[in-house]
Each structure stands twice: as structure tokens, then as C-alpha cells.
């Protein structure tokens, strides 16, 4: 019998979902919650068109996604102040502590798999408010 205290190989098919501090709906993936990792997470997520995170930031913790599907534009900077369109196909990198708003302006969904250096799903998420109305 393994014993517990042993890390082991583990798979997960995503099914349920959890709604993030961002705004939008994640498929639960590899965290600590879930697998007991211990420096990272990676999660699936679906943006409708239209669909638009809150401003924030992963406080000390950086970010990888890779987009699956469609075209999403993302901001970011102190006050958002850049604009970057990312489509199917490419890579992101987020340094940790960046701001960022990411939207889906359509017309069909965009799929991506997201991973960050933090093994919990939402608790490096630090929402940024006062920046919310600087994006269109």
C-alpha cells in the first residue's frame, strides 16, 4: 500500500468548475487543492465572447498560458496602459506582480491552459479595482 505522506503521479479529467476572483469560471485542474502540488497550478479556462476578467495581479507568482482557441486582447501595465492581442496557437508570459485584464472580444469562445509558480488556484489573485474603468 503507497504511503500517504509520498508524493505520487496523479491524473484529473476537468469536469467541475469554480468561479475565480477574476471574473471568470475555471475548469479545476492541478493545485494544491486538488493534487497536493507544491509550487504550481495549471488549469483550463473558457472565455464566451464578450467575457471580460476584473483588473489584478498574482502577487509574487509568475503566469504561463497557452491559447487553444480564438483571439483574446489582454492589458496590462501599472495603470494597463499596453494592449496585446494574443490568438490560438501562442504563448504568454506574465511576470509575477504584472497587472492585467484580459478580455474575449469575440465573436467565439477562446479556450486557454493557464499555469502559474503559485500551487493554489486563487490565492495569489490580488484584485486591482481602481483599474477596471481604464479599459474599454
Request: aromatic share 6%; charged share 20%; with cysteine.
Amino acid at each position: 500500500m503507497p504511503d500517504p505522506q509520498t508524493p505520487a503521479c496523479q491524473k484529473l479529467r476537468p469536469g467541475s468548475s469554480y468561479a475565480g476572483k477574476q471574473g471568470f469560471s475555471y475548469f479545476e485542474g492541478i493545485a494544491r487543492e486538488t493534487t497536493g502540488a507544491q509550487a504550481l497550478c495549471m488549469h483550463l479556462l473558457t472565455i464566451p465572447p464578450g467575457g471580460r476578467a476584473k483588473a489584478h495581479k498574482h502577487a509574487t507568482h509568475e503566469t504561463a498560458i497557452y491559447v487553444l482557441e480564438g483571439d483574446t486582447v489582454m492589458y496590462w501595465g501599472e495603470t494597463l496602459e499596453h494592449r496585446m492581442e494574443i490568438g490560438a496557437g501562442e504563448l504568454l508570459y506574465i511576470p509575477a506582480d504584472m497587472p492585467h485584464l484580459p478580455f474575449n472580444p469575440g465573436p467565439g469562445v477562446a479556450r486557454a491552459v493557464i499555469a502559474r509558480t503559485d500551487p493554489h488556484e486563487q490565492e495569489s489573485v490580488v484584485l486591482l479595482p481602481h483599474l477596471d474603468a481604464l479599459v474599454p
